[in-house]
T-cell receptor
Framework: ETGVTQSPTHLIKTRGQQVTLRCSSQ?????VSWYQQALGQGPQFIFQ???????GRGNFPPRFSGLQFPNYSSELNVNALELDDSALYLC?????????????FGPGTRLTVL | AQKITQTQPGMFVQEKEAVTLDCTYD???????LFWYKQPSSGEMIFLIY??????QNATEGRYSLNFQKARKSANLVISASQLGDSAMYFC????????????FGKGTRLSVIA
């Protein structure tokens, strides 16, 4: 059983650019969530996808958008990057429909915006 | 309002000793789940232990146990027989009304295990 994987592991961008981060969910998991973790903080919920539809969103502007594909993998897109977008971006997957205590995270993508 | 509070920014513990990491939470829901994650310097969030609000027994997973005091709204993590590899950030998190709601995390506690 493969775990959650994310790519790339590190990324450096400049202000105003756009970035796409990728996540492959754990086998059998149909719900994917994205979190932003700024330095010294706990992760903050960005949004969640279930069966290719966004079904929950945190307090993030529309320039943060996402997709989920039929194989349950997911992308996080950020447009018009700002310096404050520098953070660790974590993807987590789980199987919905359970009172599930299983939510597994990927290793994260470290984004630096210069 | 802060839903998860971790009041200890940093903790030190001697190798082989036990340590308690504090977590208090705030919710008006009757049904919720509490989680602890470990985050080493590599960044990955490693699931440690889960406690459901209706679970009468405290959760245990190997050297990890969760001291759940519902009336006090606390969910402290106890690590027994600390090892050098336990040095990491530890996050308490809550999911309200288990289903498709997201995890809400505290700010974390940095644990350092001393030889």
């Amino acid at each position: 059983e493969t775990g959650v994987t994310q790519s790339p592991t590190h990324l450096i961008k400049t202000r105003g650019q756009q970035v796409t981060l990728r996540c492959s969910s754990q086998s059998g998991h149909n719900t994917v969530s994205w979190y932003q973790q700024a330095l010294g903080q706990g992760p903050q919920f960005i949004f969640q996808y279930y069966r290719e539809e966004e079904n929950g969103r945190g307090n993030f502007p529309p320039r943060f958008s996402g997709l989920q594909f039929p194989n349950y993998s997911s992308e996080l897109n950020v447009n018009a990057l700002e310096l404050d977008d520098s953070a660790l971006y974590l993807c987590a997957s789980r199987a919905s429909g359970l009172a599930s205590n299983e939510q597994f995270f990927g290793p994260g993508t470290r984004l630096t915006v210069l | 309002a802060q839903k998860i509070t971790q009041t200890q920014p940093g903790m030190f513990v001697q190798e082989k000793e036990a340590v308690t990491l504090d977590c208090t939470y705030d919710t008006s829901d009757q049904s919720y789940g509490l989680f602890w994650y470990k985050q080493p310097s590599s960044g990955e969030m490693i699931f440690l232990i889960y406690q459901g609000s209706y679970d009468e027994q405290n959760a245990t997973e190997g050297r990890y146990s969760l001291n759940f005091q519902k009336a006090r709204k606390s969910a402290n993590l106890v690590i027994s027989a600390s090892q050098l590899g336990d040095s990491a950030m530890y996050f308490c998190a809550m999911r309200e009304a288990p289903g498709n709601t997201p995890l809400v995390f505290g700010k974390g506690t940095r644990l350092s295990v001393i030889a």
